[in-house]
């Protein structure tokens, strides 16, 4: 057992404004090399898991009026919830992995990496690249492959970029990422909080103060406005501790249903076209009893539908607004779509991971994505504390960029503890809509702290648009 002093869940508790001190009393269960990298890769996910039971725990406390539960993270737990979609059964089916045409791929000076896993994502990558599509994902692929080893790294990157699609040249290595950072030099932070005051109103004008509640969330109503894994993540974590968490998806952006059924757990799903006045107006309705809204979409994607921060903060005083991005909130490539994987390539995270052969590597996990998802909901967790005696909203930013510099630039090892790892006491089985689930656990954790969620993914989009 390890207690106080780790410096990463110290940092990341001091970035989201943390009482100083305070991290010193979380404290870690070892079960030996679990995600095991040359980067600290555990450590990592060890500290995201803990600043958010912490968060949790704070939050509870306040709200019961009682001192803050002990905090104890096992690394067992940490390390099966970081490949939930691993260990995720769908009635005895094993998920699918990444699609053919996403992965690393020789170019003519170096390497990129491609994803794919979307349908209109692949289209958009054969497209730009005037590659006919075979059909067969094998035969594709190797034509894929053929082309790819005519041109530049940077080439690609460019191309595919234009025509839509996804694909970044891999850096060589940690000091020279191919993503540029920000106006001189500098790379993303793990988290940015800003704080917008509001002067208590009427009845109904903001959020009231949060009430004795047997979770540290209970009776917080979440507009989760995110896919793919990071920000469900952070929704998911939400949910177990107690929240309302909604789901809202544009009908014309279909999900893939495995990864609703990893992040989906203790939540419910909608569909509502923001251009349509109709949904519209149902959106409106919900944000003007929201507490929280989190959005995962590219910097300025949401503007147009008057849904940038200070739209929703003017509309709902005290509201708390958390945005995720791949690439960080200024420089050249913030408005780019990303993913976990094209971070860990671009940042230089697959050059330290790679081969003896220079092929590059990748993370034992999609711990950009876990660690920021997990670090989301602590903010979202501090930030309804510091709510509650002022009524201030927040405005909180969070970016796989950060997380990834953070990995490779101010996280540290610490001595492995305990072991063997075994996950079996991490999974457990649900049934579902979706038939029997065997799922991973969550390892948020404080005394007397939920060991699941309440209940399972309901089917994508199935939902009615209306608080519980």
Known sequence: MTQGNDAATAHAWAVLGGRAGRAESVTYEGAGEVLAARLPVRELARATVGVCSLAAAELLALRRGVPVPAVRVREGAVATAFVSERYLRVDGRALTGFAPLSGFW?????WVRTHANYPHHRARLLDALDIRDAGDGQATARRLADE?????????????????????AVASTPEEPTVPMAPGGVAPPLASIRTVPVERGPAGEGPSPLPPAALPAEGVRVLDLTRVISGPVAT??????????????????????DAHTDTGPGKRSTLLDLSAPADRRVFEELLSTADVVVTGYRPGALDRHGLSPDALLARR??????????????????????????????????????????????????????????LIAAGVLRALTERQPTGEGRHLRFSLAGTASWLLHGVGHTPVEGGPYDPAPWLTETASPYGPLRHALTPVHYEGAPVTWSRPPTRWGTDLPRWN
């Not at 005519?150 to 970044?168: D, F, H, K, M, S």
């Not at 998911?236 to 249903?257: H, I, K, N, Q, W």
């Not at 971070?343 to 034992?364: H, N, R």
């Open 317 to 374: 005083p005290g509201l708390i607004v958390a945005q995720l991005c791949a690439w960080g909130w200024s420089g050249p490539w913030a408005a780019r779509r990303g993913f976990d994987s094209l971070v860990q390539a671009a940042s230089g995270i697959a050059a330290s991971e790679a081969a003896a052969d220079g092929t590059p590597g990748a993370l034992p996990a999609q711990a950009l994505d876990h660690g920021t998802g997990y």
């Open 236 to 257: 998911r974590t939400l949910a177990l501790l107690g929240a309302d968490v909604l789901r809202v998806d544009s009908p014309r952006l279909p999900e893939r249903p």
């Open 106 to 110: 020789r170019a003519a000076d170096g």
């Open 148 to 168: 790819l080893a005519t041109r530049p790294a940077g080439e690609i990157q460019e191309t595919v970029y234009a025509a839509g699609g996804l694909a970044v």
